[in-house]
Structure formats: structure tokens, C-alpha cells
């Protein structure tokens, strides 16, 4: 069974002041990790798809990393907008299905 | 904008009655995925349709629920005989048939069962 850990569940950062999250995974066979945006009340929001270790994509100050186990999203010089919950997700060769983690909760005071 | 849509946004039901979510995939997609939001818990998959046939459904409860994506029109996700415990929001997803599987979600459905 296809498994996702996020860390940590919630995160407090000032503006500006940089940080990562943590995502750890087991899957039978990854096809792709995902990285979601979620604001309150409404949906994920796509942000990234990586597939294999040594992987990196980036957008404006969020840049996400992949290795065999886990998955980092590094938030650079952040501002308050970029408070949201952020959740990843596996597919794995068992289905086209996505397993979420529970997402971590992340707070950019002005 | 052609995103995924899904109405209703919010529903409010009595116990034992039936609640109809509907999916319109965005342009172009041809796969339909529906997930659940239990309060304070992660996004949990419950089926997977294409066109006319459900591919997985194992997430899905085995009673009350059922999904359907006809030829014409959105997909269905039905729910009889409410429960307290089905108060949740439901998210739709669509992917292409084509290359990656990158999902993009609908604002969902927020049910809530008094």
C-alpha cells in the first residue's frame, strides 16, 4: 500500500525567512510525486510533478527536489500570500490513483 | 476558463436522504477521479472513471455510494441514505488520457448531513 508522510504538520515562518518541507513516500513503483496547493474552502491547486530521483522544478520562490524516498519543497524568501496548506501525493504502478499525505499547514506573518 | 467544475458547492441533507454531487472534467479530459476530505483529514481516493466505465472504484464504500460518468454530461457521484459521518468535502479531479498523470481538482462539494 502506497504510503505519504508530510513534515512538519504546521509551520510558522516570518516573511522573508526561508524554509523547506517535508514529504516521505513508499510506493510500489513511482510514476510521479505531486505537489498540491490548497488555500481554505477550496481546491488542490497543481503545482509540480517530478518522477525520478535528482529530479527539480521551480516556480517564482517555491522550488521542489526529489530523491528515492522523499521530496522537499523549498520555500524561498516567502511572503504572506504563500500561506496555504501544501500537500503531496504519489502515484504509484498500481493505479492512476493519488495518495495524499495530510498536508503541512504553512503561516507567513507579514 | 474551462477548470473543473462541480456543483453543487455546498449541500445540506437530512439522514437518510440521498445527496448528488456532479463533475464537469475540464475541456479536453477524458478521466474523472473523485476523492473525500473528512474534517482534519487528508484527501482520500474513492474511484476513478472513464468515459462510460468505472476503472477503480477501490476506495469507495461498498453501500450507499455509487459513480457514474455517462457518455454526455458530468459525472455522478451519489450517495443514499445519509449518515452523519458522510458530512465531507468532495473533490473531483481530471487528468488527460494523454501524458502525465497531472490531476486538476474542482472547488469541491462541501456535504453537510444535519
Known amino acids: 500500500e502506497d504510503q505519504v508522510t508530510q513534515s512538519p504538520e504546521a509551520l510558522r515562518l516570518q516573511e522573508g525567512e526561508s524554509s523547506s518541507l517535508n514529504c516521505s513516500y513508499t510506493?510500489?513503483?513511482?510514476?510521479?510525486l505531486f505537489w498540491y496547493r490548497q488555500d481554505p474552502g477550496k481546491g488542490p491547486e497543481f503545482l509540480f510533478t517530478?518522477?525520478?530521483a535528482g529530479e527539480e522544478k521551480e516556480k517564482e520562490r517555491l522550488k521542489a527536489t526529489l530523491t528515492k524516498k522523499e521530496s522537499f519543497l523549498h520555500i524561498t524568501a516567502p511572503k504572506p500570500e504563500d500561506s496555504a496548506t501544501y500537500l503531496c501525493?504519489?502515484?504509484?504502478?498500481?493505479?492512476?490513483?493519488?495518495?495524499f499525505g495530510e498536508g503541512t499547514q504553512l503561516t507567513v506573518n507579514p | 476558463n474551462a477548470g473543473v467544475m462541480q456543483n453543487p458547492r455546498h449541500l445540506v441533507r437530512r439522514r437518510g436522504q440521498e445527496a448528488r454531487l456532479r463533475c464537469s472534467p475540464m475541456?479536453?479530459?477524458?478521466?474523472v477521479y473523485w476523492y473525500r476530505q473528512l474534517p482534519e483529514e487528508g484527501l482520500k481516493f474513492m474511484v476513478y472513471?472513464?468515459?462510460?466505465?468505472?476503472?477503480?472504484e477501490s476506495g469507495m464504500p461498498k453501500e450507499r455510494f455509487s459513480a457514474e460518468f455517462p457518455k454526455e454530461g458530468p459525472s455522478i457521484l451519489r450517495i443514499q441514505q445519509v449518515v452523519r459521518g458522510d458530512s465531507a468535502a468532495y473533490f473531483c479531479?481530471?487528468?488527460?488520457?494523454?501524458?502525465?498523470?497531472?490531476?486538476?481538482f474542482g472547488p469541491g462539494t462541501r456535504l453537510t448531513v444535519l
Open positions: 479531479a481530471s487528468s488527460s488520457s494523454t501524458g502525465p498523470n497531472e490531476q486538476f
Open positions: 510506493v510500489s513503483g513511482l510514476r510521479g
Open positions: 517530478l518522477y525520478s
Open positions: 501525493a504519489v502515484e504509484g504502478t498500481s493505479g492512476s490513483r493519488l495518495t
Open positions: 475541456k479536453g479530459h477524458s478521466h
Open positions: 472513471l472513464q468515459k462510460e466505465n468505472i476503472i477503480d
